[in-house]
């Protein structure tokens, strides 16, 4: 960072929004690449293709029933040219596009509160809007 602070509980609490607005970039990445439009986001599904171990996929591990969790297995451990598709219909019979809606929400509410309560304001003038360029982002 460039500026100067003064002192170290400014520079540990800005660490901390950092860290959760690059948490929150990757689930959102994570999302994009599942449920985004492509000609946007430039993602095509290789999140699943390559059975990363995404937000989605740990959602969906944390919701499911066992039988649920068992047809998510199976499909993501599949190497059928229909994997991504199966993959996302499990993703969208579980809701994770509302569950996600919901995290990005509450972690956007969260993010800027932290934000708010920082005592240099220099810190609120480039945090803010990279949180806001963040917020429901389609690329």
Same mark, same amino acid.
């Given at each position: 960072? #460039?500026?100067?602070g003064?002192?170290?509980?400014?520079?540990?609490? +800005?660490?901390? #929004?950092?860290?959760?607005?690059?948490?929150?970039?990757?689930?959102?990445?994570?999302? =994009?690449?599942? %449920?985004?439009d492509?000609?946007?986001?430039?993602?095509?599904? /290789?999140?699943? /293709?390559?059975?990363?171990? /995404?937000?989605? %996929?740990?959602?969906?591990?944390?919701? *499911? +029933? =066992?039988?649920?969790?068992?047809?998510?297995?199976e *499909?993501?451990?599949?190497?059928? *040219?229909?994997?991504?598709?199966?993959?996302?219909?499990?993703y969208?019979?579980?809701?994770? !596009?509302?569950? %996600?809606?919901?995290?990005? *929400?509450? /972690?956007?509410?969260?993010?800027s509160?932290?934000?708010?309560? =920082?005592?240099?304001?220099?810190f609120?003038?480039?945090?803010? !809007?990279?949180l806001? +360029?963040?917020?429901?982002?389609? +690329?």
């Amino acid at each position: 960072m #460039i500026l100067g602070g003064d002192g170290n509980s400014c520079w540990e609490s +800005t660490r901390e #929004i950092l860290l959760n607005i690059g948490e929150y970039f990757q689930v959102q990445d994570d999302c =994009l690449d599942c %449920f985004g439009d492509p000609k946007d986001s430039g993602k095509v599904g /290789t999140d699943i /293709t390559e059975s990363k171990c /995404t937000w989605l %996929f740990c959602k969906a591990k944390e919701v *499911a +029933t =066992l039988e649920e969790q068992q047809e998510l297995l199976e *499909a993501f451990e599949s190497d059928n *040219a229909d994997k991504v598709d199966k993959v996302t219909q499990i993703y969208q019979n579980m809701n994770l !596009p509302l569950l %996600f809606n919901e995290y990005e *929400a509450a /972690t956007y509410v969260s993010i800027s509160q932290s934000i708010d309560l =920082l005592e240099d304001k220099r810190f609120q003038q480039i945090l803010k !809007p990279i949180l806001e +360029t963040l917020f429901r982002r389609k +690329t």
